[in-house]
Nanobody, 122 residues
Framework: QVQLVESGGGLVQAGGSLRLSCAASGRTLNSYAMGWFRQAPGKEREFVAAISRSGGNSYYTDSVKARFTISRDNAKNTVYLQMNSLKPEDTAVYYC???????????????WGQGTQVTVSS
């Protein structure tokens, strides 16, 4: 069993930056690939980024490539999402997830955090 807690969300102006953190407890994080997803009001939860167990491979949805960076510190049991050049369309609740592989679909993950709100004003 893994418990995930996101933090770092908030209100930022367009063009600004935020760094989200996802702290894990219960089991060591290096047992899992990790993903970040987001859900805007009235929309389905969508894939943002994923990283392999070792951190050697990462994947991004096209809309965040070159702006967002996923990373992990297995010693700290924490995964990060650095978000730069934020746009109003990035506004959503952001969730981290742990699973057996760095999948782009929600069904590939076994554990989810409660989410953190990111709001980007224009």
């Amino acid at each position: 069993q893994v418990q995930l807690v996101e933090s770092g969300g908030g209100l930022v102006q367009a063009g600004g930056s935020l760094r989200l953190s996802c702290a894990a407890s219960g089991r060591t994080l290096n047992s899992y690939a990790m993903g970040w997803f987001r859900q805007a009001p009235g929309k389905e939860r969508e894939f943002v980024a994923a990283i392999s167990r070792s951190g050697g491979n990462s994947y991004y949805t096209d809309s965040v490539k070159a702006r967002f960076t996923i990373s992990r510190d297995n010693a700290k049991n924490t995964v990060y999402l650095q978000m730069n050049s934020l746009k109003p369309e990035d506004t959503a609740v952001y969730y981290c997830a742990a699973g057996g592989g760095a999948y782009v679909y929600t069904g590939g993950y076994d554990y989810w955090g409660q989410g953190t709100q990111v709001t980007v004003s224009s």
